[in-house]
């Protein structure tokens, strides 16, 4: 019964001709079907040009360390490469769970005081917001004035805030409005001495019309997404799950 079978069995170069012409996924299936199968479809000449194709910075490693198959370094690529572009979970944090504050004042003096839920406020699919200003009597900013900026985000029923500015200085005299801008910590558990990447950005018109309030992308200046600052805020305002903590 065993010589029947290794008589039908192909010849050890056969199979690796064979390999030659196969996929990766296919590769690693035929591998499976035996030790023999294994050995030939693992050989670094079949897997020497698919691996130098697909990530040929990981093949170059092949001659600092010849002792790591070609086989093992494709593995090691290919898990990299789907890690990386493996698309973000669903942000926990709702649009309509968060209240923004915002308060401009000068002098120690408060011009306005906003309150005003994030879902009631206008946006157009990415993380910015305006909202109109009634402040009464103020006739708006002057040139060179003392400002403080707050910009809060409140977890409906108060059970956690994140402060996403606190500015203060003193406006150009050239400002056609006031915009006020903070770098953002970054998210995530054991990660404060790293830079986010991100700031909270902040615009109001001279004449205290207006506010607009978002989160801009550093490397373009570009506002986030909805759902991307709602998963950068969820890591201040819900509870971690970080893995390990």
């Not at 968060?98 to 401009?104: C, G, K, S, Y």
């Not at 490397?219 to 201040?236: C, K, P, T």
Request: net charge positive.
């Amino acid at each position: 019964m065993s010589e029947t079978r290794s008589k039908n069995l192909p010849p050890w170069e056969a199979l690796v001709m064979v390999a030659h012409y196969l996929d990766p996924q296919t590769l690693a299936l035929a591998s499976c079907v035996s030790k023999a199968w294994c050995q030939a479809m693992s050989l670094d000449v079949v897997w020497q040009p698919l691996c130098s194709s697909s990530f040929p910075s990981l093949s170059n490693l092949k001659i600092s360390y010849p002792s790591v198959p070609y086989h093992r370094l494709y593995a090691t690529g290919l898990a990299a490469l789907k890690r990386r572009h493996k698309p973000p979970s669903k942000p926990r944090l709702s649009i309509d769970n968060i209240v923004f504050t915002i308060q401009l004042s000068t002098k120690g003096v408060p011009i306005f005081t906003i309150a005003e839920a994030a879902s009631k406020m206008n946006n157009n699919q990415v993380f910015k917001f305006d909202v109109d200003v009634k402040h009464g009597s103020f006739k708006g900013i002057k040139g060179l004035e003392e400002m403080k900026v707050t910009w809060n985000v409140v977890l409906k029923g108060w059970e956690a805030i994140f402060t996403m500015m606190d500015w203060q200085g003193k406006l150009s005299c050239r400002a056609v409005e006031g915009w006020f801008s903070e770098e953002l910590p970054c998210a995530g558990c054991c990660s404060s001495e790293v830079g986010s990447g991100i700031v909270a950005d902040l615009k109001v018109d001279m004449k205290v019309e207006k506010v607009s309030v978002g989160i801009l992308r550093v490397v373009d200046w570009r506002y986030v997404s909805i759902e991307d600052g709602l998963r950068y805020l969820q890591h201040f305002l819900l509870p971690c799950q970080c893995d390990g903590m």
